[in-house]
T-cell receptor, first 109, second 113 residues
Framework: AQRVTQPEKLLSVFKGAPVELKCNYS??????LFWYVQYSRQRLQLLLR??SRESIKGFTADLNKGETSFHLKKPFAQEEDSAMYYC???????????FGTGTRLQVTL | KAGVTQTPRYLIKTRGQQVTLSCSPI?????VSWYQQTPGQGLQFLFE???????NKGNFPGRFSGRQFSNSRSEMNVSTLELGDSALYLC????????????FGAGSRLTVL
């Protein structure tokens, strides 16, 4: 069965420091991976997907099939990046996502 | 463009009762998915409906059911409520074909006493 692991419940960094939110997945086929973000008092929303290979709000994520990882990175953290981040895996054509348990990113001054 | 609308936003029920939650997707979206979010289990997939048919189902007991109407609006029902059903129930819509990008609603927070 597919699984998504986010090993850190909380990641606290200083403003301007690099950020890396870890995500590992288990799936034997071709995965489709996403990062969703939930800011305080806002809805869960898509941040980026691996197929797009784009940078959103300075964040990037590269799919590493060898290491079965999809880590989220940003070179310089901003206060507004403080939020809950979820890594998610889709293994089919339907909208059935397997979510990780989430990592709370706290950016402090 | 209106987002995904879920009603009611909050509700309190007692054990043994049943509840119906409603979700109106983004206009033009044909797929509606439901997720349960709890502090202990995180986000778990309940089911997905596409063109009024259940296309996928998660590992939840039969007390959890849903349906989709011809206008793509969806409802989910939980019968014989248990304390453990207390959760935030999230609805998400997507076009249904091609990109699997979900747009989530604000959720319905159910408390079972």
């Amino acid at each position: 069965a597919q699984r998504v692991t986010q090993p850190e419940k909380l990641l606290s960094v200083f403003k301007g420091a690099p950020v890396e939110l870890k995500c590992n997945y288990s799936y034997s086929g071709s995965p489709e991976l996403f990062w969703y973000v939930q800011y305080s008092r806002q809805r869960l929303q898509l941040l980026l997907r691996h197929i797009s290979r784009e940078s959103i709000k300075g964040f990037t994520a590269d799919l590493n099939k060898g290491e079965t990882s999809f880590h989220l990175k940003k070179p310089f953290a901003q206060e507004e990046d403080s939020a809950m981040y979820y890594c998610a895996l889709n293994t089919g054509t339907a909208s059935k996502l397997t979510f990780g348990t989430g990592t709370r990113l706290q950016v402090t001054l | 463009k209106a987002g995904v609308t879920q009603t009611p936003r909050y509700l309190i029920k007692t054990r043994g009762q049943q509840v119906t939650l409603s979700c109106s997707p983004i206009s033009g979206h044909r797929s509606v998915s439901w997720y349960q979010q709890t502090p202990g289990q995180g986000l778990q997939f309940l089911f997905e409906y596409f063109s009024e048919t259940q296309r996928n189902k998660g590992n939840f007991p039969g007390r959890f059911s849903g349906r989709q109407f011809s206008n793509s609006r969806s409802e989910m029902n939980v019968s014989t409520l248990e304390l453990g059903d207390s959760a935030l129930y999230l609805c998400a819509s997507s076009p249904g074909s091609g990109a699997n990008v979900l747009t989530f609603g604000a959720g319905s927070r159910l408390t079972v006493l």
